[in-house]
């Protein structure tokens, strides 16, 4: 899609759009609302300014739609298949990697109540579990900073998708 589309559709089609990046309606109808845009680089900024800071709520509703990492997305929406596309770029695993994985998503589960979100794209499994690792040592609001930045990342990353 070219920008001079994306300014140019209905609200409504914009934030339909927008949704599959971050299932969050007030940060789809601000980046909406702050058409028309110069470029790509002009609608991930507002994408990034939208996204900051994100509510508890709103936080909690997206981390509905994300799978565990190292699983995959069910369902037919465009928010699983993107889900589907950036872990499937993680390329395939050994057993023993994904049995690690396996318990560290849960751990981490039961350490914050909530699934283990990172971007996944430009990452190895191996990179991730190191990750998730680390991060089991934040504490509960250190780590909800750390997830919110994570998803901002997502969103950005599949809202610069639209345009190319």
């Not at 589907?84 to 990697?97: C, I, K, N, V, Y």
């Amino acid at each position: 899609m070219q920008v001079d589309e994306f300014n140019a559709m209905p609200r409504s089609e914009v934030i339909s759009l927008l949704l599959p990046c971050v299932d969050i309606e007030r940060w789809a109808a601000e980046v909406a609302d702050r058409r028309p845009y110069t470029g790509p680089d002009d609608v991930s900024r507002a994408g990034r300014t939208a996204a900051q800071p994100w509510t508890d709520a709103e936080l909690d509703k997206a981390l509905t739609h994300h799978p565990p990492i190292g699983r995959r997305a069910d369902g037919d929406s465009a928010e699983a298949a993107l889900s589907r596309a950036e872990q499937g770029s993680l390329g395939d695993t050994d057993a023993d990697l994904a049995a690690r994985l396996d318990a560290g998503n849960a751990a981490y589960e039961d350490k914050f109540g909530h699934v283990f979100l990172i971007r996944a794209a430009g990452r190895t499994r191996a990179e991730i579990l190191a990750n998730l690792s680390e991060r089991m040592t934040n504490d509960p609001a250190t780590e909800r900073e750390v997830m919110a930045e994570q998803l901002r990342q997502i969103a950005v990353l599949r809202l610069g998708g639209l345009f190319q």
